[in-house]
């Protein structure tokens, strides 16, 4: 039972455009969301998170989208650039288990030139 | 600041055998979590040890078992390992146990091949 779901396991944008990458959650305990985002051979790196008493929450390039009536999330990356090119993983937890992340499967983004 | 170590970074065993990664969170973290990666299940919850006690606990089998020491470093220890244990297992670090914007810093991985 895939709580946690990226539909979209790729995304190419062009540098300088907007890149949006969805995550959709079944679990209504979530009340904490996170996007990581990965580089082969290393571990996920931290992005940006959000609580379920926020819809918005940005720094710097990147914005998190939470609609929590559709229990999904976005991630806005704006503007793309070629180093954001990587697999983001977005991440949820329940109250009381928010060391306990539940992962969605990746969506990997190439930002071409 | 030194970030999450892993040790080993690689590691090649073969089935039946037992094996124990190893941990070092960031300095002043006291929360370290374990985590499986794999192709076919991505990545999936282990354990988490808080001030030496697993204080949360995903859905694997009893062949998986970690501790953590006084001094925050973490091993996780699997048993009779299964070719299915392949993976690539990662450490994740935090200041403290749960709570928002409490986030998990990661070490880079070890690499468990099981032939």
């Known amino acids: 039972d895939q709580q946690v779901k990226q539909n979209s396991p790729s995304l190419s944008v062009q540098e300088g455009r907007i890149s949006i990458l969805n995550c959709d959650y079944t679990?209504?305990?979530?009340?904490?969301f996170l996007w990581y985002k990965k580089y082969p051979a290393e571990g996920p790196t931290f992005l940006i998170s959000?609580?379920?008493?926020?819809d918005k929450n940005e720094d710097g390039r990147f914005t998190v989208f939470l609609n929590k009536s559709a229990k999904h999330l976005s991630l806005h990356i704006v503007p793309s650039q070629p180093g954001d090119s990587a697999v983001y993983f977005c991440?949820?937890?329940?109250?009381?288990?928010?060391?306990?992340?539940?992962f969605g499967t990746g969506t990997r983004l190439q930002v071409t030139l | 600041k030194a970030g999450v170590t892993q040790t080993p970074r690689y590691l090649i065993k073969t089935r039946g055998q037992q094996v124990t990664l190893s941990c070092s969170p960031i300095?002043?973290?006291?929360?370290v979590s374990w985590y499986q990666q794999t192709p076919g299940q991505g990545l999936q919850f282990l354990f988490e040890?808080?001030?030496?006690?697993?204080?949360n606990k995903g859905n694997f089998p009893g062949r998986f078992s970690g501790r953590q020491f006084s001094n925050s470093r973490s091993e996780m220890n699997v048993s009779t390992l299964e070719l299915g244990d392949s993976a690539l297992y990662l450490c994740?670090?935090?200041?403290?146990?749960?709570?928002?914007?409490?986030?998990?810093?990661f070490g880079p991985g070890t690499r468990l091949t099981v032939l």
């Open positions: 040890y808080f001030s030496e006690t697993q204080r």
């Open positions: 679990n209504s305990m979530f009340d904490y």
């Open positions: 959000i609580s379920s008493i926020k």
């Open positions: 994740a670090s935090s200041v403290k146990a749960g709570g928002f914007y409490n986030e998990q810093f």
């Open positions: 300095s002043g973290h006291r929360s």
């Open positions: 991440a949820a937890s329940g109250a009381g288990t928010a060391s306990k992340l539940t």
